[in-house]
């Protein structure tokens, strides 16, 4: 199951390198895909929030892959990191409405 763990890992690095990437740009990044990013007072600033709402999401995408190292194959462990995903992107999407895009907001 390490094979698993390192693509697991793998998308976890890509979630960082976004979170990288926000942290960089000069104009305000979005935050869903194909929509327009709100008009905020202090860009700098919520650019690094979304940079690190990225960089939480994939802490805990990594902490929801221990499993895959643990685990034998057909584990209910893995019930673990599904249900765990969902919940961590649900909780990611309320971060950014409910308290990243109220704080910057024109």
């Known amino acids: 199951m390490l094979i698993g763990f390192i693509i697991w890992s793998g998308v976890a690095i890509l979630f960082v390198l976004l979170g990288i990437s926000a942290w960089n740009q000069k104009e305000a990044v979005g935050f869903w895909t194909g929509v327009k990013?709100?008009?905020?007072?202090?860009?700098?600033?919520?650019n690094h929030a979304v940079?690190?709402?990225?960089?939480?999401?994939?802490?805990g995408m990594e902490l929801?892959?221990?499993?895959?190292?643990?685990?034998?194959?057909?584990?209910?462990?893995?019930?673990?990191s599904a249900v765990g995903m969902l919940l961590l992107a649900i909780i990611a999407m309320v971060i950014y409405e409910c308290v990243i895009i109220p704080d910057f907001k024109d």
Do not use: R, T
Not at 37 to 46: E, G, S
């Open 37 to 46: 990013p709100p008009k905020v007072k202090d860009v700098k600033a919520y």
């Open 51 to 59: 940079a690190k709402l990225w960089f939480g999401f994939a802490a």
């Open 64 to 80: 929801l892959g221990f499993p895959f190292l643990i685990a034998e194959q057909n584990s209910p462990l893995f019930l673990l």
